[in-house]
T-cell receptor, first 116, second 109 residues
Framework: DAGVTQSPTHLIKTRGQQVTLRCSPK?????VSWYQQALGQGPQFIFQ???????QRGNFPDRFSGHQFPNYSSELNVNALLLGDSALYLC???????????????FGDGTRLSIL | GQNIDQPTEMTATEGAIVQINCTYQ??????LFWYQQHAGEAPTFLSY??LDGLEEKGRFSSFLSRSKGYSYLLLKELQMTDSASYLC??????????WGAGTKLIIKP
């Protein structure tokens, strides 16, 4: 039973470029959340996708966008990259069915994005 | 605003007990989660509390007081591999997880 998988594991980009990060949720999960984690900080919520729609969004600019596919996998796109976008990007999957509020989110290993 | 407070760093001795505190102020409450995160790795789920009281899971226990907006994670019989960051996260009324900055736990022999 595969857990949450993310690709790529590491990525180096320059300012102004665009990046796409990918996530496959844990089997049986239908909801994907994306987080940005700076060094020494807790994860910051970017947005959450359910039924191919953005269900919730954190305090991130429109440069951050996403998508969820029919197989529940998801992409995070960041345009016009800034130096401050350098961080670990974590994908977490969960189940949104009945009784789901107490179900933990399961995290992938993350993509470490470095902006030069 | 929403806020989760945890100590930045704690030090404990191998074999001892340590308690990591978390206080929160959120828009609604639908449960509190504790996660462990080793350096360079993804967070892994430790415990969930939604009702007041103590939940025990082996060497780890988690306590919740909703009236006080307070939780703690108790780690017993500390091992060197318990050196990690411990993250407190609260699920708010929109079922969104609000995260603390984490407590870095250093275990000394």
């Amino acid at each position: 039973d595969a857990g949450v998988t993310q690709s790529p594991t590491h990525l180096i980009k320059t300012r102004g470029q665009q990046v796409t990060l990918r996530c496959s949720p844990k089997s049986g999960h239908d909801t994907v959340s994306w987080y940005q984690q700076a060094l020494g900080q807790g994860p910051q919520f970017i947005f959450q996708y359910y039924e191919e729609e953005e269900r919730q969004r954190g305090n991130f600019p429109d440069r951050f966008s996403g998508h969820q596919f029919p197989n529940y996998s998801s992409e995070l796109n960041v345009n016009a990259l800034l130096l401050g976008d350098s961080a670990l990007y974590l994908c977490a999957s969960s189940f949104s069915g009945q009784g789901a509020s107490n179900q933990p989110q399961h995290f992938g290993d993350g993509t470490r994005l470095s902006i030069l | 605003g929403q806020n989760i407070d945890q100590p930045t760093e704690m030090t404990a001795t191998e074999g001892a007990i340590v308690q990591i505190n978390c206080t929160y102020q959120t828009s609604g409450f639908n449960g509190l989660f504790w996660y462990q995160q080793h350096a360079g790795e993804a967070p892994t789920f430790l415990s969930y509390n939604v009702l007041d009281g103590l939940e025990e899971k082996g060497r780890f226990s988690s306590f919740l007081s909703r009236s006080k907006g307070y939780s703690y994670l108790l780690l017993k019989e500390l091992q060197m591999t318990d050196s990690a960051s411990y993250l407190c996260a609260v699920m708010d009324s929109n079922y969104q997880l609000i995260w603390g900055a984490g407590t870095k736990l250093i275990i000394k022999p």
